[in-house]
C-alpha cells in the first residue's frame, strides 16, 4: 500500500461448487454456438510436425490410436504437472510429498508434449502453496517462524504468508495472538476454531509451541512497540488491524511445521504447479531461442503465466482465460 492504493478485489459469484460450473457451463455453451466440436474421452500423446510446423496431435480414445489434423494450429491447455510426482522431483521438489491442488489429472503431459518438439519452459520452479490459517484471525495477530521472528505483513494475501511459512522460514509456524483478537473474529469466520494453547505469558506460550522464549517475548515487545501508535515499522501493516497484544495469549497452529489436522481440519500445506511453457504475448509457444514454434499456441496451467514467487488466487483463471482467448484467435486465423 505505500506503493498503491490497492483496490477491493473479489473473483468468486455466489454460486454452489465455488461457482466452477458457472464459468465452464458459458464457455462451454459458447463453443458449441460457436460451432466447436468436442471429442470427450481422447488423450494426447504427441504433437505431429511436419516441415518444421505443428500440424495436429496423436491421440488415443480407450486405447485406440487416432490423430488430429490441424490446419492452422494447435491449442495445449492441459494444465499443471502436480501430479507427476517424476517432473515435480526435477523441477519442483519442494511440492514433493504435500497435498495436490488438482482434479488428478495435472500430469504434465501437455508441457513435456511441447517440449518435445523444442519448446522452452520458465518458472518450473513456482508453486502454491495453501494451508489452513484464518485469515481475519491472522490479520491481527502476530505470524512466527521457529525462531520466534515474524517474517511477513500478517495483511497480505494468504497465498503470500503461506508460501512465505512452508517454503522459506524455519518450522514450525505459529499464529500468535491475545484473548481480544480471538474475541474480535466474527464467529462465522472463525469455523469454531480454538486456540492449540492459551498462557498467561508469552514465555510459557513460547514452551507449549516449542518456541524460543526470549524471542518470542522480544518480538511481542518489539511489535507492541509500534502498535501503541498504530504502527507496524517492520512490515507496514495498516494501522487498522495493528493493536497491542495483551495478556491471556492463545497460539494456533500451522501446516508449516504444526500438526497435519486441527480442530477437526486439515492443516497440511497443498499446492500446485505454476510453471510451464514458454508462450509469448499472442499466447505462441517459443522454443529455446525465443521464436515461436510455427503451429503451436498454449494457454493456462501448462504455460508460466503471470506468476513470480507466491500466488495470487484469481491469476489462474484470469491468465487461462486471456491468454486461451488468444491462443484460440492465433489458432483459429493461423497466426503462429
Ligand atoms: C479447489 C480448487 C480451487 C481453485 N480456486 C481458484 C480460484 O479461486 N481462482 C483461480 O484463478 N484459480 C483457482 N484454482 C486454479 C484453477 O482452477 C486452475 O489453475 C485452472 O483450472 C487451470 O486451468 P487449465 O485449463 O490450464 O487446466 P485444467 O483446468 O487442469 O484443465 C486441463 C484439462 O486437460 C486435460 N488433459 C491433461 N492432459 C491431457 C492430455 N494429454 N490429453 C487430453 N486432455 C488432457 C485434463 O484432464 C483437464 O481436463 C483452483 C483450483 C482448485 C483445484
Redesign the pocket.
Known amino acids: 500500500s505505500s506503493i498503491a492504493r490497492p483496490a477491493a478485489r473479489g473473483?468468486?459469484p455466489p454460486a454452489p461448487n465455488?461457482a466452477g460450473n458457472v464459468l465452464m457451463d458459458a464457455l462451454v455453451a459458447t463453443a458449441r454456438k460457436a460451432g466447436v466440436t468436442l471429442h470427450c474421452d481422447?488423450?494426447?500423446?504427441s504433437l505431429i510436425v511436419a516441415d518444421g510446423r505443428v500440424v495436429g496431435v496423436r491421440?488415443t480414445e480407450f486405447g485406440e490410436e487416432r490423430e488430429y489434423r490441424a490446419t492452422r494450429g494447435v491449442v495445449l491447455?492441459?494444465?499443471?504437472f502436480v501430479d507427476n510426482d517424476r517432473m515435480l522431483e526435477q523441477w519442483a521438489p519442494q511440492q514433493v510429498g504435500k497435498d495436490k491442488?488438482?482434479?488428478g489429472?495435472?500430469?504434465g503431459?501437455?508441457i513435456e508434449m511441447g517440449m518435445d518438439v523444442g519448446a522452452a519452459v520458465r518458472r518450473m520452479h513456482q508453486t502454491e502453496t495453501a494451508m489452513l490459517i484464518i485469515p481475519r484471525l491472522a490479520v491481527g495477530a502476530m505470524l512466527v517462524d521457529g525462531d520466534g521472528q515474524r517474517f511477513i505483513n500478517e495483511e497480505v494475501y494468504p497465498g503470500l504468508y503461506c508460501h512465505a511459512a512452508v517454503h522459506h522460514r524455519r518450522p514450525p509456524v505459529w499464529v500468535i495472538i491475545d484473548e481480544k483478537g480471538i474475541e474480535d473474529v466474527p464467529e462465522s469466520e472463525l469455523w469454531g476454531m480454538q486456540p492449540m494453547h492459551a498462557a498467561e505469558t508469552i514465555e510459557e506460550l513460547a514452551a507449549d509451541c516449542g518456541l524460543p522464549a526470549e524471542a518470542l517475548a522480544d518480538t511481542l515487545r518489539r511489535y507492541n512497540a509500534g502498535a501503541r501508535d498504530g504502527q507496524d515499522p517492520q512490515f507496514g501493516k495498516s494501522s487498522r488491524w495493528v493493536r497491542p497484544l495483551e495478556p491471556p495469549f492463545g497460539a494456533y497452529p500451522t501446516g508449516a511445521g504444526g500438526p497435519d489436522s486441527f480442530n477437526g481440519l486439515p492443516l497440511k500445506p497443498q499446492g500446485?504447479t505454476l510453471g510451464g511453457l514458454h508462450t509469448d504475448l499472442q499466447s505462441r509457444v517459443l522454443d529455446r531461442a525465443g521464436e515461436a514454434i510455427p503451429g503451436l499456441f498454449a494457454?493456462?496451467?501448462?504455460t508460466h503465466g503471470l506468476h513470480g514467487e507466491g500466488y495470487i488466487?484469481?491469476?489462474?483463471?484470469?491468465d487461462?482465460s486471456f491468454f486461451g482467448r488468444r491462443a484460440g484467435r492465433g489458432a483459429a486465423q493461423g497466426t503462429g
Open positions: 473473483h468468486r465455488f481422447v488423450r494426447a500423446r491421440a491447455a492441459t494444465g499443471g491442488v488438482s482434479d489429472r495435472d500430469d503431459s501437455g500446485f494457454a493456462g496451467r501448462c488466487s484469481g491469476t489462474s483463471l484470469g487461462g
